[in-house]
């Protein structure tokens, strides 16, 4: 079988099961998938992204009656959260099931459980008969792909094989949740938005620190969804560019952009779903125009707008302007 061939449905569920690695469609990015029950296909993915071992999984079900398979205990906030957004880009930290590897987890007594909203992934589980552990299908730290391409152009020859779902509906990774009885703290903003998971449950803690190592989910560590390409964050674009080819990311099309080599506009309308959507595929192009840095402007703090400046500043962690400051991207 061909490293880059494209699977079908069959195929992929035959690949999963014989402990290989199969890239899947969700409606968030395109995961890294393989049999959550065994760590030996699991210590793969951590190969093929060249992830950290510390650095945790999420567990993918196929349907609700999955849950008892992977974790131990799902408080009654938990089984709100999940009747109300799954199958959808939520997921939930919970006491996982003896039954769920530990290198899945990282040594923690939690684990990320979701129900994706696509329908050849859940299709996928379900042939297989095992829920996955399924982290994005990419380099660690770098871009998440949100096409079956992105997926193929940087780890194709790492993996056995690409389920083609076309484009990401969401475009962004999941709201991560930690929930503890009564307790709910938001570990990581994705394509939930806070104020929705607030009017379900109450307050949510957000914590504002980002844990340098041993983080509790994906998502934590300070420098992650990295382009190659340097980039910077902004609340309004610079007049003149901080380099000679410079790209800009930005919601809308601004009034002058003449200075700026490419340009990517998210969102005509100004609509942060679409924004959502259209975010890495933007970054991806940007990214491969060979410019030597990208200017992005950040977004609105609200909805998902809060998630979008979280991958911001986590992409631009590191980057230094010309001028050898450290780039403001604090959210």
């Known amino acids: 079988m061909s490293l880059n061939q494209v699977l079908t449905v069959e195929q992929a ?37 060249d992830r950290p ?31 109300r957004f799954w199958p ?6 919970v006491p996982k099931n003896d039954d769920i590897p530990d290198l899945v987890t990282s040594g923690l007594s939690n684990v990320g459980v979701r129900l994706p909203d696509h329908e050849l992934m859940r299709q996928v589980l379900r042939k297989a008969g095992v829920p996955v552990a399924a982290p994005s299908a990419n380099p660690f730290g770098r871009l998440s792909p949100t096409t079956a391409e992105h997926v193929r152009s940087q780890i194709g020859h790492r993996i056995d094989g690409i389920l083609d779902g076309g484009t990401c509906r969401v475009g962004i990774e999941s709201t991560i949740l930690q929930v503890e009885g009564n307790r709910v703290t938001m570990l990581r903003p994705g394509g939930v938005a806070l104020e929705e998971i607030e009017q379900l449950v109450g307050k949510v803690e957000y914590p504002a620190v980002t844990p340098a190592e041993s983080p509790v989910a994906p998502g934590m560590l300070a420098s992650h969804y990295s382009p190659r390409t340097p980039l910077i964050v902004v609340d309004a674009i610079p007049s003149t560019p901080p380099w000679p080819r410079t790209g800009l990311l930005c919601l809308q099309m601004p009034d002058e952009v003449a200075a700026y080599s490419g340009v990517e506009v ?17 970054l991806h192009r940007l990214d491969g125009a060979g410019l030597d840095g990208i200017v992005a402007v950040r977004f609105s703090p609200q909805g998902l707008g809060r998630a979008l400046n979280d991958r911001l500043t986590r992409a631009a962690h590191g980057t230094k302007n010309r001028a050898g400051e450290q780039s403001s991207s604090s959210s």
């Open 13 to 49: 569920a035959i690949l999963l099961k014989a402990g290989r690695l199969v890239a899947l469609p969700t409606e968030t990015v395109y995961g890294l998938a393989a049999n959550a029950f065994d760590p030996i296909a699991v210590a793969k993915i951590f190969a093929a992204k």
């Open 53 to 83: 071992f510390f650095d945790p999984l999420i567990v993918h079900i196929a349907d609700f009656d999955w849950l008892p398979r992977v974790v131990r205990d799902f408080p009654t906030l938990a089984s709100q959260l999940a009747k």
């Open 88 to 93: 959808g880009p939520l997921t939930l930290v």
């Open 266 to 282: 998210l969102s005509d309308e100004g609509d942060l779903v679409i924004a959502a959507a259209n975010f890495f595929q933007g």
